[in-house]
């Protein structure tokens, strides 16, 4: 009988807690065993991480891949970013010949094609924070001040509101292109506090304050139109 380790993994206690995202990767999960696995199967094992992808040391995702090891079951992943976002961590595992895993939302990937897309998307996240990097570059550059606002009377209030517009623009521009390369709200709040990022209130940045900004975005947009 085919035999599954189950392994799930969130960026935040929060996220965890909430089951945000972790929802998400079960039901991928059980649609995969239901629809794609070997009949008859059971699943043995299951472990969650709430960790973020770029550690390496993740105890639970280590207890599943010892495990699988140990009685020859399939670990098996809803995304492959789940496991890393490290193309040399998804290459480590993948030159084990003691470890078998399988991502259910690619249920058909070999192993080549699996490398072939962590590369692609570590090259992405690379470019998307490249562009990132240089579009505030260029808006420091003229003067943007990145960040919140103080108005103390009209004429000041006015000097604010046209650099927050400016502002407003390199940060529609930012969440515009992580949108469409699929990053989560959480993800890109998480890059612009990375970045140095504040709101407009001189605030941190969180999933609820990316959506809004983004919702924003889109109404202006289909105003226009």
């Given at each position: 009988m085919k035999q599954f380790i189950l392994y799930t993994r969130v960026s935040t206690k929060r996220q965890g807690d909430?089951?945000?995202?972790?929802?998400?990767?079960?039901?991928?999960?059980?649609?995969?065993?239901?629809?794609?696995?070997?009949?008859?199967?059971?699943?043995?094992?299951?472990?969650?991480?709430v960790e973020s992808g770029s550690k390496a040391d993740r105890p639970e995702l280590n207890k599943a891949i010892e495990q699988a090891k140990q009685t020859g079951a399939t670990l098996l992943v809803a995304k492959l970013d789940r496991l890393?976002?490290?193309?040399?961590?998804?290459?480590?595992?993948?030159?084990?010949?003691?470890?078998?895993?399988?991502?259910?939302?690619?249920?058909?990937?070999?192993?080549?094609?699996l490398h072939i897309y962590a590369a692609l998307a570590q090259q992405e996240r690379e470019f998307i924070s490249t562009r990132t990097k240089a579009a505030l570059a260029e808006a420091k550059a003229r003067g943007v001040k990145l960040g919140g606002n103080r108005?103390?009377?009209?004429?000041?209030?006015?000097?604010?509101?046209?650099?927050?517009?400016?502002?407003?623009?390199?940060?529609?521009?930012?969440?515009?292109?992580?949108?469409?390369?699929?990053?989560?709200?959480?993800?890109?709040?998480?890059?612009?506090?990375?970045l140095n990022i504040s709101t407009a209130k001189n605030g941190k940045w969180y999933a609820s304050t990316v959506r809004n900004y983004d919702l924003r975005i889109t109404a202006s947009v289909n105003t226009v139109r």
């Open positions: 909430s089951g945000l995202g972790l929802e998400a990767q079960e039901r991928d999960i059980k649609l995969y065993l239901e629809n794609y696995a070997t009949v008859p199967h059971e699943v043995i094992g299951s472990f969650c991480d890393s976002r490290s193309v040399a961590f998804i290459a480590t595992l993948m030159e084990d010949k003691q470890l078998e895993f399988t991502v259910a939302t690619m249920p058909s990937a070999d192993k080549f094609q108005p103390n009377n009209q004429a000041r209030h006015k000097a604010v509101k046209a650099m927050a517009d400016q502002n407003a623009l390199v940060v529609s521009q930012i969440i515009k292109d992580h949108r469409q390369a699929g990053k989560t709200y959480r993800y890109i709040a998480q890059q612009m506090n990375d």
